[in-house]
């Protein structure tokens, strides 16, 4: 079992800088999700933790042991790549067994852990086969088992699911987790996908051009996004911004926006208030903003009137797109309400929810 | 029954026959030499000088077949010739294989020029370089020795070889390679047992490609090699033409066999060169 640490890592290609002075820290038998948008580093993070790419700054620790001259293979690690990388002219079997195989495992060893390993991701029955007579999701399961049955001290998962159809998506994806328990390792795993990482992980790190945004449990990160990128990226569908000011008056604070006016919460009050003639974004995230014509769904609550342009039922909700002035909202709303598009409406805001951020620095108040 | 041949127009009836007479036509222009050199090689020595020629011999007989190997060395230069090219496709294969996998993987200074330079040794006639090598692999004990002329063909054919190499490995994705990598495999271990067993179908084009030029070759053998021991097929066929005269039949008849493995080492591999080397490993 180990921990796995980067300090004040860097990668540049050339003049592009890809990986910008990351500190990072995997505990022991901690699910770590890296998620990000395509391009901002986190494959070449992980590249750099199995050592298939060597790091321009900085220093990477697997365990006590400083790894940065230490070949792949003497790292310990087993990593299941984004395209599965089978080797197509070996049966799965033999696929398993490689691993295995070069670390000069006696035969009976290897059989007894591939076998295993078959079992306990139900491919026992395509043993004999070519990875080209396999399905998306059953490579899928060879990768996995490949890096399973050699029982390293680190799983790295470069989205491993992005291939596979929605439906197969969330069954490996309850799979993984399950699986994660079952071994007990340090897992990295790298995704684009908030979702995925959310239900995934013990703790995201959200990266966004080769640095580190912010790092934290899911949930923690979804409800204190500390700034404004973290707050776009994490929650689907996305959270609402406005330009907005802050006035006081006779002792309470309100947000302005362009046409509306929500006053604070005392809750809020002392932190809101340093953020006071500044131009700041107000964050509401889509499921805190409610139909007010829907009888005993939320009390409380700032009214907000907006003009409904689509209405998207997606069953257990529905989603508005609506405009408030010149700036546009997204709503999940109850699947009761009779929203119709280019209708006014009038919302119910959450605002002990609210995220205020400094329209300069980025950063949550 | 309807009938469906009414919508046949006699626009495409026309086409189709043109084309098809065409095709016969450049079907016996090809097939008509190899005809000429089966019938010749089965005829009497008299008979193949006979005016107006005859296409069905007269006489039948396979004396030059035999001859070929009782009067003449046949044997010796098949040896050589069969020795020569197979050590030329091994050799150039295994070696562009090992430096098409260093043009695909590495990114070292200097890498395209190298790259570029090697097709461009490509261009030079090949008649360009038999004089000079004949002056080094004499000056190095090499001339007139079967090591010599591999040495010679590897020449010509390594650029090639490597090219072709390189396009084939590089069809196999990295990951591969990485995947192996910290599967705990060595660079010289991905190459045997991960891209090496991958592009085997592929090596059949260079392998097919070394040896015809091995085999087909006559101006190297004829200015690198001297002795009887060291003839190969071509240079035999080509020694049977105006020692004293021709003898048409044995010349036809070595021709005809010379020309054999070549056919079937074709017939026997073209099979193997299948598409999709890599189906299966990674999700495109
Ligand atoms: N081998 C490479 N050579 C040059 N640039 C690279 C290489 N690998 C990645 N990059 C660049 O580094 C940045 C981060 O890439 P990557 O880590 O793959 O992003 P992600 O996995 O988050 O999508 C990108 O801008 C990409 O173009
Ligand atoms: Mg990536």
């Given at each position: 079992m180990a921990e796995i640490r980067l300090v004040e890592v860097t990668k540049r290609f050339g003049s592009n800088t890809?990986?910008?002075?990351i500190n990072l820290t995997a505990q022991e038998k901690e699910f770590l999700v890296l998620v990000g948008?395509?391009?901002?580093g986190k494959t070449t993070t992980l590249r750099m933790i199995a050592g298939l790419e060597e790091t321009t700054e900085g220093e990477v620790y697997i365990g006590n042991r400083m790894?940065?001259?230490?070949p792949p293979k003497d790292r310990d690690i087993a990593m299941v790549f984004q395209n599965y990388?089978?080797?197509?002219?070996?049966?799965v079997y033999k696929n398993l067994a490689f691993g295995l195989k070069q670390r000069k495992f006696p035969r009976s060893e290897i059989n007894l852990r591939v076998t295993e390993v078959a079992h306990m991701l139900g491919i026992k029955e395509l043993l004999?086969?070519?990875?080209?007579?396999?399905s998306g999701g059953q490579r899928q399961r060879v990768a996995m088992g490949r890096a399973i049955?050699?029982?390293?001290e680190v799983f790295l998962f470069d989205e491993?699911?992005?291939?596979?159809?929605a439906k197969l998506r969330v069954q490996m994806r309850g799979e993984l987790g399950k699986l994660h328990r079952q071994l007990e390792t340090t897992i990295v795993y790298v995704t684009h996908d908030q979702i995925e990482a959310m239900t995934l992980a013990d703790r995201i790190v959200v990266m966004h051009n080769g640095i580190i945004m912010q790092s934290g449990a899911p949930m923690d990160v979804y409800n204190n996004p500390k700034n404004l990128f973290v707050a776009g990226f994490i929650g689907s569908p996305a959270m609402n911004f406005f330009d907005v000011r802050i006035t006081a008056e006779k002792g309470t604070l309100r947000v302005n926006g362009d046409n509306f006016q929500l006053t604070i919460p005392a809750g809020l009050q002392d932190r809101f208030l340093?953020?006071?003639?500044r131009e700041l974004v107000l964050g509401i995230r889509?499921?805190?903003?409610?139909?007010?014509?829907?009888?005993?769904?939320?009390?409380g609550g700032e009214p907000l009137k907006a003009t409904v342009e689509v209405v998207e039922p997606i069953g257990s909700q529905v989603i508005l797109l609506a405009s408030c002035g010149s700036e546009n909202l997204t709503a999940c709303v109850d699947p009761q309400t009779r929203a119709k598009p280019n209708a006014a409406i009038e919302f119910l805001v959450d605002t002990n929810h609210l995220h205020l951020f400094d329209k300069q620095t980025e950063k949550a108040y | 029954m309807r009938m469906e041949a009414a919508k046949i127009r006699p626009g495409d009836v026309i086409a189709k026959t043109l084309i098809w007479v065409f095709l016969i036509l450049v079907c016996i222009y090809c097939l008509i030499p190899f005809a000429w050199m089966l019938s010749t090689s089965l005829k009497t020595e008299a008979e193949a000088f006979?005016?107006?020629?005859?296409?069905?011999?007269l006489k039948l007989t396979v004396d030059s077949y035999i001859g070929i190997w009782v009067r003449k060395n046949f044997g010796i230069y098949f040896f050589n010739s069969t020795v020569i090219s197979l050590a030329t496709a091994a050799l150039s294969t295994f070696f562009g294989a090992l430096a098409g996998y260093g043009f695909s993987r590495f990114f070292f200074k200097g890498r395209r020029f190298l790259i570029g330079f090697f097709l461009a040794?490509?261009?030079?006639?090949?008649v360009l370089l038999v004089g000079p090598y004949f002056k080094i692999l004499s000056k190095v004990g090499l001339y007139d020795t079967r090591t010599g002329l591999i040495i010679a063909f590897l020449t010509i054919c390594l650029p090639f070889s490597t090219w072709m190499m390189k396009g084939f490995i590089d069809k196999v994705p990295d990951e591969l390679d990485q995947s192996a990598m910290v599967d705990g495999c060595s660079r010289l271990g991905i190459f045997f047992k991960i891209v090496l067993p991958i592009v085997a179908p592929g090596m059949v084009a260079t392998i097919l490609f070394a040896f015809l030029l091995a085999w087909g070759d006559l101006l190297w053998a004829l200015c690198l090699t001297s002795s009887e021991p060291m003839i190969t097929v071509t240079l035999g066929i080509a020694r049977t033409v105006g020692e004293f005269r021709i003898i048409w039949p044995m010349l036809m008849a070595g021709s005809l066999v010379g020309g054999m493995p070549a056919i079937i080492l074709y017939v026997f591999l073209q099979r193997l060169l299948v598409q999709g080397l890599t189906a299966g490993a990674v999700k495109e």
């Open positions: 890809a990986v910008d002075r948008p395509s391009g901002c790894v940065n001259n230490v990388a089978l080797y197509p002219h070996m049966s004999k086969r070519k990875p080209k007579e396999l049955v050699r029982k390293p491993p699911l992005s291939n596979l159809d340093q953020a006071k003639d889509p499921e805190h903003i409610y139909d007010r014509s829907i009888k005993g769904s939320f009390a | 006979r005016m107006p020629p005859t296409w069905i011999p040794t490509q261009m030079l006639p090949g």
